[in-house]
């Protein structure tokens, strides 16, 4: 790195964080943090099993013999069911593989690289070519399968617990305290320890939950919170975003859950004052969430779910401000949704994070994540469905209930502008990012009509990838915006990092009695011209099914710009565009779209060649519109 971009990133990131990040190298260099995250520990004993019966301890529910829910057998949840019971997994609620019934946890199913277990974590490399994506690693690791079970027990009246405790089991012989890359994220550690309590508090009745296999499981569940204590910092400075919520809620929720952990007090206590405050910080006050991602977002909605259900039990209510947070936090996202099939933009990173599946929804389908913690907060559904077992929590009846908003929406913190008519959806993004953007799509435009979205954006693929992909994905090409020749916005850095961040966003948003009005600009491009400016004009019409964009860039060093748009394939759609009085026609291009993540198809993509300023109507043809 360079000294120039050097500054960049102490600039974007922080004193902060720059100087953690140093220092965390030197301590994995000088063995402390291997020390700090020993291997081959001694087996510890807290509890016995009976004992633990007796305690009757807080959890989501206490057994599958106390839930009074009803109990629906839906074909496609015993489907799933019996596919994972046959060793199948599903990968980011997307593609099922056949792992077999000796899949030894560590190896890739997708480059078919297995990891060297006898590696301390902190030697894994999870963002290697050769290796692939580690979370086709972690996934299965997560143990999310084991709430499809366990719904499919409750509905069905079935017993899988034999299968679950034997994949406990298989887990902990396979990989060894401290070892391998299954120990190597911090979430995915408090996540699978959520998912193993769901289990636990489900087949607390189970044959199959023996004295021996309890303490094994106590041990490394031990070991686990251990782990994240131990690391938290990474998580909450170099990271910070769902990893460092998921993270600080399981070491608060440690009391509750294991007080038998001679730690467990101070766990709590420290995970507690760090869980407020990165939900104070991670929450913006407009309601959007850090890490500019829907997915994202609906994972903190799940978190907060979780983690208000057991702390309300419990009587150890969080300050009134989570609550607070939480409410807007739903708020925000609610407003996207297209309540016909619950779909929300493909906006933001999205790598198929669904921690609890608790519904048969389809993937993109938010609602019964959404309807739970508003359940939670108000005591009332937004929609019919809801998630399995969260609605038997105690709900908090401080807050209204939501309402859907038409007309103009804004949320001027985080620079989302939403325009709703009873047919029509669209969102503009115009951001002055405070914190890690993630993905170079400034003044980016999604279209909608009637619950489909017409021109999109083009999703995320996948985080380790090749070159080709990875800049496509995470760059400006597929977004609804504007390229100077083959640049993106900002300047790509390793990994998740952006160099050279939008400034000066300025916004004016307004309607007549025909049409709602966007003006928006945005300084981007800076490392091509420091004055470089994108001013994006957008008209809607609120009886037509028409939308008028008004592009112009400035100081752009005389180098070609490009009008660039990313289209649903199955939805006919005109465009006519104008630069310099002149009619400019559509060069297509190879454009993707990733709806699910590790999965891409061919879509429609179209640019628009112009020098300053393009002006550019876009219709939807009468044959979709009816």
Known sequence: MNIKLGLQLLKNMGLRYTTYRIFHELDKKSGLLKKRHPTNPELRNFISLENWKKSKLTFIFESRETILGSKIPNPQLAEKANKILQHHTQFFSNQWIDLGKDYDWITNPDTHYKYDISNHWSNINDFNQENGDIKYVWEKSRFSFLLTLIRYDYHFEKDSSEFVFQEINSWIDANPINQGPNWKCSQEISLRTFNWLYAIYFYKNSDFLTEALWQKMMNVLYWQMHHVYHHIDFSRIAVRNNHAITETLALSLTEILFPFFEESKKWSKKGRKYFEQEINYQIYPDGAFIQHSMNYHRVLIQLLSFGLSITQKANKPFSENVYKKAYKTLGFLYQFIQPKNGNLPNYGHNDGALFFPLSDAEFRDYRSQLNTLHQILTAKPLFETAEDFFSFSKPIYNFKS?????????????????????????????????????????????????????????????????????????????????????????????????????????????????????????????????????????????????????????????????????????????????????????????????????????????????????????????????
């Open 402 to 626: 939501l309402e859907l908003k038409f007309g103009i929406t804004s949320f001027t913190n985080s620079g989302y502008y939403l325009f709703r008519t009873n047919s029509s959806f669209t969102f503009v993004k115009c951001s002055n990012y405070k914190d890690r953007p993630a993905q170079s799509d400034n003044l980016h435009i999604d279209i909608w009509h009637n619950g489909e979205n017409v021109i999109r954006d083009s999703g995320s693929y996948k985080y380790n990838t090749d070159e080709e992909n990875s800049n496509y994905f995470f760059g400006t090409k597929s977004h609804n915006t504007v390229m100077i020749e083959n640049h993106n916005q900002m300047l790509k850095g390793g990994r998740f990092i952006w160099y050279y961040w939008p400034k000066n966003a300025l916004v004016t948003v307004n309607e007549n009695e025909d049409e709602f009005i966007f003006n928006g600009a945005v300084n981007v491009f800076s490392f091509i011209d420091k004055k470089c400016k994108h001013t994006r004009k957008v008209i809607i019409s609120k009886k037509q099914t028409n939308w008028i964009i008004e592009d112009t860039i400035t100081n752009t060093k005389n180098k070609k710009c490009y009008q660039i748009w990313n289209c649903n394939p199955n939805i006919p759609i005109d465009f006519e565009a104008v630069a310099n009085s002149q009619k400019v026609f559509a060069n297509e291009y190879s454009s993707f779209y990733s709806s699910l993540y590790g999965q891409k198809e061919e879509q429609k993509g179209y640019s628009f060649e112009f020098d300053t300023t393009i002006k550019t109507e876009i219709k939807l043809l009468n044959s979709f519109c009816k």
